[in-house]
């Protein structure tokens, strides 16, 4: 079993930057692709960004291409989202999110998830 724990979730204004974490233990070595999706009050999960564990590829979600970046240290088997120019509607419950086998944007195709981190954005 893959155990995934997020932090760094909070309330920031609008123009303000998150940095959310995502450290993975158990059967870390199994795994392929982390990645973030993201749910909004009212609204559907929805993909945000993912990276390979081995070549450190990734995709971005048109929505926040630009302005959040995934990277992942494999020494501590963490997964990072640094998300800067902040907007209201980026305000979801992230969750960190692994893969086994497939890079990919469908939340049926991740096999772990985390607790989720609310993100709140103030205008």
């Known amino acids: 079993q893959v155990q995934l724990v997020e932090s760094g979730g909070g309330l920031v204004q609008a123009g303000g930057s998150l940095r959310l974490s995502c450290a993975a233990s158990?059967?870390?070595?199994?795994?392929?692709?982390m990645g973030w999706f993201r749910q909004a009050p009212g609204k559907e999960r929805e993909f945000v960004t993912a990276?390979?564990?081995?070549?450190?590829?990734?995709n971005y979600a048109d929505s926040v291409k630009g302005r959040f970046t995934i990277s992942r240290d494999n020494a501590k088997n963490t997964v990072y989202l640094q998300m800067n120019s902040l907007k209201p509607e980026d305000t979801a419950v992230y969750y960190c999110?692994?893969?086994?086998?497939?890079?990919?944007?469908?939340?049926?195709?991740?096999?772990?998830w985390g607790q989720g981190t609310q993100v709140t954005v103030s205008s």
């Open positions: 990276i390979t564990w081995s070549g450190g590829s990734t």
């Open positions: 158990g059967r870390t070595f199994s795994l392929y692709v």
């Open positions: 999110a692994a893969a086994r086998w497939s890079f990919t944007t469908r939340e049926n195709e991740y096999n772990y």
